[in-house]
């Protein structure tokens, strides 16, 4: 007879949306904890099996719970409320919800009412999500009817974009066991404005998958790249956070310096496609910078292949929205691709000044555009810095490392259950286990000791 205990879930995840494309990144931070032994039970709010393209196996779909869509969700927690099914405490919202100045977040209670069953079925006692908006929200409520603990990642714009939620980025930080984040700056930013929570705040970089873009810097060409005309390659959506319009005027600055053979592809589409179509043809920059339009990985890998500088003048949004991590730097970086970028967020923590590529101040063209001289007029060293970056890369920012301690984390907060499996396959757990069982110790006994007192 199989031994259920030592098959059954670590934890849950709940995403607004899984699996998507435009999240890659957590797709690869579930399949990575997987093979270092951790066994996630998914959910997701929203249904995205017809999202297309797809950079993930079609099986992964199977290990997903969707929930039902919004009226059918409500309509299942009524049977189960019908049926004496529910927590009072569910019961107790629902009825009072009425009575609430703000009823928007209703729709996480149902969601958390809805999984709470799962949960307690599967034994799982928390709950991981990523950002800190929708999924976040709804394992607040998880928490607060099912006493399962939870934590999430904070990112970007679910950390810097006004909000005016009922439930608060304050309210998720004071009631969170642990608060992963994905770069030392955000960290410190997050410590500074939520003291209280201080300590549960934890970096962990996104994860990448390392091993295409090794492949395009195994086959990168220096001498091919750097005779004839250089390129210029820049990778996102054409939003106002990117810069693209300070990169285009940037190449301006470039041509009016009297820089020849060269030319600046920016790949992506987005709601300012016209805009900065219209600021290429202003600066007569049509036979220098071209718009590209979406491109497959494999596509845009080809392309960094042949990339002398990677750039990205990220800026801060009018409503505080800003890049934190911006994944398309990493990918450079493994390229072995130096890259020009600005001086924000976490960015820093990737482009290291002279290292693995320059840096100026944000909205600042004409100095991007001196950076850019400057690298695309010293081969040598441009590829020295790539070189370096693609380390750094290695070191920081691929998913077997970036997992690891995300895994290390939960389990010394005490988030995953004790499996001898898990400290078996990676004895460096114990350590994190002790830890954890030593934390569970010192609270008892100061407990028992306040019990005494009085």
């Known amino acids: ?128 999500s990523h950002f800190a908006g929708v999924g976040a929200r709804t394992a607040w409520w998880l928490r607060f009817f099912h006493d399962v603990t939870y934590s999430f990642t904070g ?68 001498d091919a790249v750097w005779s004839g005309e250089r390129l210029i390659l820049s990778v996102g959506r054409l939003i106002e956070k990117k810069g693209y319009d300070d990169l285009i005027r940037a190449c301006g600055h470039l041509r009016d310096a009297g820089v020849g053979d060269w030319r600046c592809v920016i790949v992506g589409d987005g709601p300012m496609e016209d805009e900065l179509c219209a600021l290429i043809a202003e600066l007569d920059l049509v036979e220098r910078v071209t718009l590209a339009g979406p491109k497959s990985q494999g596509e845009i890998i080809d392309l960094l292949e042949q990339t002398a500088v990677f750039a ?48 100026v101040a944000e909205r600042q063209p004409k100095a991007f555009a001196g950076i850019l001289k400057d690298l695309l007029q010293s081969p040598e060293s441009t590829e020295e810095m790539g070189k370096s970056g693609y380390i750094r890369a290695e070191q920081m920012f691929a998913k077997e490392v970036t997992a690891n301690q995300l895994r290390k984390y939960l389990v010394s907060h005490g988030l995953v259950r004790f499996d001898p499996a898990l400290v078996a396959a990676d004895p460096a757990l114990a350590g994190a286990y002790a830890r954890q069982f030593g934390r569970r110790f010192a609270r008892i006994f100061r407990r028992s000791r306040r019990d005494r007192a009085g």
């Open 312 to 359: 990205l003048p990220c800026v801060t949004e009018a409503d505080g929205g800003k890049d934190n991590l911006p994944t398309v730097l990493m990918e450079a970086m493994a390229a072995r691709v130096a890259c020009a970028s600005t001086i924000l967020a976490g960015v820093p923590e990737m482009v290291i000044e002279d290292s693995t590529g320059r840096l």
């Open 155 to 222: 990112h970007a714009n679910d950390l810097w974009s006004k909000s005016d939620l009922p439930l608060t980025l304050g309210d998720l930080m004071r009631d969170a066991a642990l608060v992963t984040t994905v770069s030392d700056y955000s960290a410190r930013d997050l410590r500074q404005r939520f003291p209280q929570s201080a300590a549960k705040v934890k970096r962990v970089y996104n994860g990448l998958d390392l091993v295409p873009f090794r492949t395009a810097a195994e086959r990168r060409d220096a």
């Open 1 to 128: 007879m199989p031994d259920r205990a030592n098959h059954r879930p670590h934890l849950a995840y709940v995403f607004e949306r899984f699996p998507s494309f435009t999240q890659t990144f957590c797709v690869r931070e579930i399949l990575e904890l997987e093979r270092q032994g951790l066994r996630p039970l998914l959910f997701s709010i929203r249904d995205t099996r017809d999202e297309v393209p797809r950079h993930f196996p079609d099986e992964l779909f199977d290990r997903v719970t969707f929930l039902p869509e919004a009226k059918q969700l409500v309509e299942e927690v009524k049977q189960l409320k019908a049926a004496g099914k529910l927590p009072q405490s569910v019961v107790l919202t629902l009825r009072q919800w009425k009575e609430k100045a703000d009823p928007r977040d209703k729709q996480r209670v149902y969601e958390a009412a809805w999984i709470g069953q799962r949960l307690d079925q599967a034994g799982v006692r928390h709950v991981h």
